[in-house]
């Protein structure tokens, strides 16, 4: 039948996807791109950061600064809570570890009043520093010759002395009341291996509210042992100091030195 001439012309039928394309093969390139699709999304959700620092945590969480006494990493050595201030540091002194700042000295000593040994009641012996370090964040603290800072992240300024020893300094603005009771909740979360504990308990420290938590845990094989003192500055500022060395020299006397310089030297931000 002819299309009258006032119509336009009617299209020529097109032909089904299935007369064109096999249907079993259509089957085979849906699947292939439903395979696709769920690669991309395993990839993209199992895909790890090695920088990312992630590790085991308590059951808690990730806890930040703002909710308790700061911690100097009271989990394991590579994570912490978040800092509420502050950004990487640096020293200066004999060792050249880093470039001078305005705020730098070369040496230092001399113990600060309210002085502490472990257990926060003074000690014996002078304390004696061969740097300062001035951190952004606004505190000071004398560095015993062969200390270094190290780094800064989330829990704080991470500093490295001889003999496998270490320092972490956190910090935070809305400290708790309670120190022990705060050190006491946190262990809950701890999930350093072989952890025992030694001591939580109220410190003189400075007439601060301050407590000690000291524990021992193992690393590579290797038995260390932490204080980590938290102290409450005011209602606006803490500070946690986490100072690490192998329990086999706990008792030496280079480590009694370098605890007492730590403590007696640290002020902080006025």
Do not use: C
Request: proline share 6%.
């Amino acid at each position: 039948m002819m299309t009258p001439p006032d119509l336009p012309a009617r299209p020529a039928p097109r032909a089904s996807i299935t007369d064109v394309v096999p249907r079993r093969t259509l089957v085979v390139i849906a699947l292939v791109v439903v395979l696709a699709v769920i690669g991309t999304v395993l990839a993209l959700t199992l895909g790890g950061d090695d920088e990312s620092g992630g590790g085991a945590q308590g059951a808690g969480g990730d806890r930040t600064a703002a909710e308790s006494t700061p911690r100097a990493d009271t989990r394991n050595d590579e994570e912490g809570g978040t800092r509420t201030d502050g950004t990487a540091t640096a020293s200066t002194g004999t060792d050249g570890s880093a470039a001078a700042s305005p705020d730098s000295t070369g040496t230092a000593g001399g113990a600060a009043p309210g002085s502490s040994s472990d257990a926060g009641d003074g000690g014996a012996g002078k304390a004696e520093a061969a740097t300062t370090h001035r951190g952004k964040q606004g505190y000071s603290i004398g560095l015993p010759a062969g200390w270094k800072f190290k780094s800064s992240d989330a829990a704080g300024d991470r500093f490295t002395g001889p003999n496998g020893q270490k320092l972490l300094i956190g910090w935070t603005t809305t400290p708790k009341d309670d120190p022990v009771a705060d050190w006491t909740n946190q262990e809950r979360f701890m999930v350093r291996p072989k952890y025992k504990r030694i001591r939580i308990e109220a410190v003189e420290y400075r007439g601060w509210k301050t407590a000690d938590w000291e524990f021992t845990y193992v690393d590579g094989g290797v038995t260390y042992r932490s204080v980590d003192r938290g102290t409450v500055v005011n209602d606006g500022l803490g500070y946690g100091l986490m100072y690490t060395a192998r329990a086999d020299a706990w008792d030496g006397e280079q480590r009694t030195d370098t605890w007492r310089t730590l403590t007696e030297t640290f002020r902080p931000k006025s």
